[in-house]
């Protein structure tokens, strides 16, 4: 499935990383530490398909015809999706999911409340209502760091250890390109690269607080946006698409 | 002689209360038997619901819609906070949820048996949601009349909520069933080997019931497991013949004279089975809970420890 049109790419891309991102977190589901983390984890990762769906939804208008939100989550192969390597990492231990969150949150935040501002009102409307969760998300996942970091030795390490894997892949948040470049310029998308100092801001002084350090720069990895993945994102696409692909063209 | 004089006298007075009608609540008196019971019950009941996210959440990761997942999403996000409420309710008979916990892993409690079947296709997601919660809500209604008022009101709270439960089951059937051929067997094949594990939800029969006369007359429980089992019957029957399912049971017929369905023998010695540990999926069960919640067990550590740090700063500072 080729997307021309740079706004539906661009939202596309947008439902890509909340459709990851939501669907890493679902897989706590049962197995999180405690019953409420069950809960908590859950209601975000809902936060995050919903969001998803909203993106999909107006994507799925812009091209009108047959393609539905379901279109995009489940007709695509790995080469098509456009989502931040970040989002699609396996989930790991609880401090690593913990971790993701928090440098997303610190990043989604910032963006939502950018995008807030887009010269597409469909785009600021669905970025009004994902502000409100995002506050929330960080709110949420800073306390975790700070449990973590300050919590017990190996909680400490954990969490250290998560951050210093995660670094490489926040770069990719920041990066700009054409399609972008393209669209910033029209006032429709968000120059995520002026988010950055905002971002290290919120990250280094809750890193401070939980007594974790923020790791040496190394360089970042990335290709998402170019539909180069790591591994991982075939498999959980292998499975999140398994009814669609095994019976295609039924309603559910 | 005294004491035991003081003990009839208040469990006179206990039966008196529930006989009138009146909760029971935390800080009252009760005989230490009734305690026990309801520990087991509801803690039972907690557990159920908390296995319960497994063969459900188990699909969350293959819904075939983003719909459908969403739904699934915050009906399993559901259970999970049913069985917090439960806990609560628990815990206010003194027991803590990390016993009740240990008893599960320990195997002293058990959980619904249902949960012990796999969850094969996606029509089992309709046929949990359809059956399981039908059958689950049959039972809740009249348990919020029982006795225990933490545990009463638990279950009004938690019955709103099942009620979407069976509606988003029964609606997954229903689109089943309105789909293709192959759609419409996997509805079926979900219902024949759902109907049966769902009979048996309410248990023995009234006879070989081993708590069920105490916990009549105490008000724990307020109607027959026989009782529940033919509602839950007579509804579920009128829903499968509405949208073409045909309920797996040679021996299903309207009695005009009893006003319910006559149903075939249930087959006792498979629900045994199941219970006693060698169900398709028992093992898979617990070991799972086990092993999340000694995953878990660092994350709780460090909860405290940082909870306790923040305790003992003020001190610091003064």
């Known amino acids: ?87 699609e990492l396996p989930r790991g231990d609880f401090a690593f999911t913990l971790c993701r969150q928090f440098l997303y949150d610190a990043y989604s935040l910032p963006f939502t409340q950018a995008l807030c501002k887009s010269a597409d009102s469909q785009l600021a409307a669905i970025a009004a209502k994902a502000e409100k969760e995002s506050r929330y998300h960080l709110r949420r996942s ?54 950055r100092s905002e971002w290290l801001d919120t990250v280094t002084e809750t890193l401070h607080a939980a007594t974790l350090v923020i790791p040496e720069a190394q360089g970042g990895v990335t290709g998402g946006r170019e539909g180069i993945h790591t591994d991982d994102l075939g498999f959980l696409l292998a499975e999140m698409q398994f009814m669609q692909r095994a019976y295609p063209g039924l309603q559910w | 002689m005294k004491d035991n004089m003081s003990l009839v006298g208040n469990e006179e007075k206990f039966q008196s209360k529930v006989d009138a009608e009146e909760k029971v609540e935390p800080k009252d008196w009760m005989p230490e038997k009734y305690r026990q019971n309801l520990i087991r019950q509801i803690s039972q009941h907690a557990h159920s619901e908390v296995i319960g996210e497994q063969p459900e959440g188990n699909w969350i990761s293959r819904a075939p819609t983003l719909e459908r997942k969403a739904i699934l999403m915050a009906k399993v996000q559901d259970e999970a906070g049913h069985g917090l409420y439960l806990y609560a309710a628990a815990e206010t008979l003194g027991i803590t949820r990390d016993e009740l916990i240990d008893r599960l892993h320990t195997g002293a409690s058990k959980y619904a048996s249902i949960f012990n079947y796999p969850s094969l296709t996606w029509a089992d997601i309709g046929a949990i949601g359809w059956l399981v919660d039908s059958a689950a809500i049959v039972n809740q209604v009249s348990l919020q009349n029982t006795s225990y008022g933490p545990y009463a009101r638990a279950m009004v709270k938690i019955c709103k909520e099942e009620s979407f439960h069976q509606r988003q089951g029964y609606n997954i059937m229903m689109t089943l069933m309105q789909g293709a051929e192959l759609q419409r067997d996997m509805a079926q094949d979900a219902l024949n080997r759902w109907w049966w594990p769902s009979l048996m939800m309410f248990g023995p029969h009234d006879a070989e019931s081993a708590h069920s006369a105490q916990s009549m007359k105490w008000k724990i429980k307020r109607r027959s497991n026989d009782e529940l089992r033919q509602q839950f019957v007579d509804q579920a029957v009128q829903q499968a013949q509405a949208i073409g399912l045909v309920v797996p049971d040679p021996d299903l017929v309207w009695n005009e004279q009893r006003g ?36 878990g067990a660092w994350v709780r550590e460090a909860m405290a420890a940082y909870e306790a740090k923040r305790r003992a700063v003020p001190a610091e500072v003064a």
């Open chain 2, 260 to 295: 319910h369905y006559d149903f075939g023998a249930i087959d006792w010695e498979e629900f045994q089975r199941v219970v006693s540990g060698n169900g398709p999926c028992n093992r898979q069960r617990l070991a799972h809970h086990v092993s999340a919640h000694q995953e």
């Open chain 1, 142 to 195: 800073r306390d975790w760091m700070l449990r973590l970091g300050d919590g017990t030795a190996e909680s400490h390490e954990r969490c250290q250890n998560a951050l210093d894997q995660l670094w490489i892949y926040t770069d990719e948040m920041f990066e700009c390109d054409a399609l972008l470049d393209g669209l910033i310029a029209t006032g429709v998308a968000v120059n995520t690269a002026s988010l």
């Open chain 1, 1 to 87: 499935m080729k997307l021309h049109d740079p706004l539906t790419r661009y939202v596309v891309r947008l439902g890509d990383d909340a459709l990851i991102m939501g669907h890493r977190l679902s897989e706590w589901m049962s197995r999180a530490p405690f019953l409420e983390e069950d809960i908590a984890l859950s209601n975000v990762a809902l936060d995050f398909v919903g969001r998803a769906r909203l993106f999909y939804q107006y994507a799925a208008d812009l091209m009108g015809g047959e393609v539905t939100e379901n279109t995009f989550a489940y007709q695509r192969d790995v080469r098509d999706f456009t989502n931040l390597l970040l989002c």
